[in-house]
């Protein structure tokens, strides 16, 4: 059960989307969203509730956290008769905290019978959180055409365009370093802002992202929370590195192949001015990104068609 719009150009609905395509045991039941806090729409309780008397007693139900986890209430009706996973992307008290109701999602996840999550720091979230021994199943990555970058000044954020993603800290880096550096974004525009030598793109095709990413010197995504960062994978699937927050997963998943920065203009105009001063900073961070093994699709599904 995922949220009506799976097109959407999101993480979460390209992770659903990679397992259905791979898990044929997979029947597709779409929940529409209701109202929910600023940025963080829900799923509908009613149609929840509908989707989850249909089934037959017994079976299955992975349950995307974005239609569930504000209704425990409807949960908890249907758990003497159904096996229920839940797969956490991310908890929603951390993506929008004066948008959500922690003790429902408190109780959501302590209503199932396995919570899935796709990083070590998410399962420890949900463990400090909830009292829940999570299980990890990282996302995928396809590979990439290997990047030729050989510049220094040209930046690309792939993702949501939003507070919690930080391009507008960047940006705010962009415009004090000034020309040549230009920040890209790519990604559905939740809150727009205006900074010299920044151009936001919103929401782009496959032909046209892989423009950006053969373009692009650096790969930056400065979260305030990410429970893996699936755009920084994509990135090092083609060799490009990336500057990072210490949110979540991403130092993890860096590894050798970015640079960790705090959230803060001035901390990141120093990062970029090192990143550009120096040569064999650049190269040991490129190969480090070509070496890179990454899970692929193909893994996460096994390990979720196991965990069902």
Not at 90 to 100: E, I, N
Not at 123 to 148: E, K
């Amino acid at each position: 059960m995922v949220p009506t719009g799976l097109e959407a150009p999101t993480g979460g609905n390209r992770y659903d989307r990679e397992l259905l395509a791979r898990l044929p045991v997979l029947t597709l039941l779409p929940v529409p969203l209701g109202p929910g806090g600023p940025g963080a729409p829900t799923g509908d309780a009613t149609a929840l509730d509908v989707a989850l008397a249909a089934r037959p007693d017994g079976s299955t139900v992975l349950l995307d956290g974005l239609v569930s986890t504000e209704h425990p209430d409807v949960l908890a009706r249907h758990a003497h008769r159904l096996r229920t996973v839940l797969l956490l992307h991310l908890l929603r008290c951390d993506d929008d905290p004066a948008g959500t109701r922690p003790e429902a999602e408190r109780a959501s996840l302590r209503g199932v019978d396995v919570v899935v999550v796709t990083g070590r720091q998410a399962a420890d979230r949900v463990r400090a959180f909830a009292g829940v021994a999570a299980r990890l199943a990282p996302p995928g990555t396809d590979p990439g055409p290997p990047s030729t970058a050989s510049g220094i000044h040209r930046l690309l954020s792939v993702g949501s365009v939003g507070p919690r993603k930080g391009q507008e800290i960047v940006a705010r880096a962009v415009a004090e370093l000034g020309a040549p550096w230009s920040l890209r974004c790519a990604g559905t525009v939740l809150t727009p802002f205006t900074l010299p030598g920044t151009t936001l793109l919103g929401p782009l095709d496959d032909v046209a992202l892989e423009r950006e990413w053969a373009a692009a010197d650096l790969h930056v995504l400065l979260s305030t929370a990410e429970p893996y960062g699936m755009a920084v994978a994509e990135a090092l699937a083609r060799g490009l590195p990336s500057l990072v927050s210490e949110a979540g997963e991403l130092p993890r998943l860096v590894g050798g192949a970015g640079i960790v920065v705090e959230r803060d203009v001035a901390a990141v105009v120093s990062a970029l001015r090192r990143w550009a001063d120096d040569d064999g900073l650049r190269a040991r961070l490129r190969a480090a990104a070509r070496s890179r093994e990454l899970p692929t699709w193909d893994e996460t599904a096994r390990t979720v068609g196991g965990l069902l």
